[in-house]
């Protein structure tokens, strides 16, 4: 059930960015934008989704929410590819959005597509003005200087910092970095039905974690052509990881363990949350 909904979220997702790219002038910018959407496994629309799903919401009363992340989140990854970052040449199993054409338009296809998700969260048919300035404001908030950015920030301090991170001071790093959007999404159905989301929070913030220590471990053990982008670069860049803390045997260990937090923070909503539970034990199984 779980992989034909993500294919499902995905294939929304990816219809509802061709109509807006059709619009766009015939400009690199358009282009890059348009390449850097394609792809990827839709985690964050299929949690928009799923979650507004649990509501009672109609996937068209939440599918601007869902696109609105994974522009944001595409945005991110260029923006993360770039010289001046992390410096990749692969993602997804192609050449980066600056590699393949250069470091300017990159930077400006990540703006548009940064713009683009906020656009987006202006949907009227995503509710009244109060769910989506809701939207809008907690969406801002996970994605600026208390969330992914500042995980960012704190991920390239620590490349030239005197001591290796803790596993304190690592968690918070990914909770920032990879969490804050992963968390944003899974709340995105409470939010637009205007329920409390604590819940999705408590689930969303094991599952984010676990995610991360997922890409820690196929760092270590995965394969680039598998994966779609370049591994080992961790190791080669000396930095502290979970698999490096805590061993690979630990961090899968401490991986499971926030599964099984993850899950046990649905169970206020019986079975009809069991497509995210199952999303939750993806997220350990990947090999990309």
């Given at each position: 059930m779980f992989a034909s909904?993500?294919?499902?979220?995905?294939?929304?997702?990816?219809?509802?960015?061709?109509?807006?790219?059709?619009?766009?002038?015939?400009?690199?910018?358009?282009?890059?934008?348009g390449y850097a959407l394609r792809g990827g496994k839709?985690?964050?629309?299929?949690?928009?989704?799923?979650?507004?799903?649990?509501?009672?919401?109609?996937?068209?009363?939440a599918l601007a929410a869902a696109a609105a992340v994974e522009a944001l989140h595409a945005y991110s990854l260029i923006h993360d590819d770039l010289p001046c970052m992390d410096d990749d040449d692969l993602r997804r199993g192609?050449?980066?959005?600056?590699?393949?054409?250069?470091d300017a338009t990159a930077v400006l296809a990540g703006d548009a597509l940064q713009s683009l998700a906020f656009e987006l969260l202006?949907?009227?048919?995503?509710?009244?003005a109060d769910r989506r300035i809701d939207l809008v404001a907690s969406l801002a908030m996970a994605a600026g200087g208390r969330g992914m950015v500042l995980?960012?920030?704190q991920d390239i301090a620590a490349e030239t910092a005197a001591h290796a991170l803790t596993l304190a001071e690592i968690t918070t790093l990914q909770a920032n970095k990879t969490g804050?959007?992963?968390?944003?999404?899974?709340?995105?159905?409470?939010?637009?039905?205007?329920?409390?989301p604590a819940p999705l929070t408590r689930y969303a913030t094991a599952l984010g974690l676990a995610f991360q220590i997922a890409d820690d471990i196929l760092d270590v053990t995965g394969d680039a052509a598998t994966a779609g982008k370049r591994v080992g670069k961790d190791a080669d860049a000396?930095?502290?990881?979970?698999?490096?803390?805590?061993?690979?045997?630990?961090?899968?260990?401490?991986?499971?363990?926030?599964?099984?937090?993850?899950e046990a923070a649905l169970d206020t909503f019986g079975s009809s949350a069991e497509t995210l539970r199952q999303a939750a034990r993806f997220v350990v199984a990947r090999d990309k």
């Open positions: 909904r993500l294919a499902w979220a995905a294939d929304l997702v990816q219809a509802h960015f061709d109509l807006i790219l059709a619009g766009l002038d015939d400009q690199p910018v358009s282009h890059a934008m839709r985690l964050r629309g299929f949690l928009v989704l799923e979650s507004a799903a649990l509501y009672g919401l109609k996937p068209g009363q192609l050449p980066t959005v600056h590699v393949k054409w250069d202006c949907d009227p048919g995503l509710g009244g995980g960012q920030a804050a959007l992963i968390r944003w999404s899974a709340e995105a159905g409470a939010r637009l039905a205007g329920q409390d000396g930095k502290a990881t979970f698999v490096s803390l805590l061993g690979l045997d630990g961090a899968r260990a401490r991986a499971q363990a926030l599964i099984t937090e993850a």
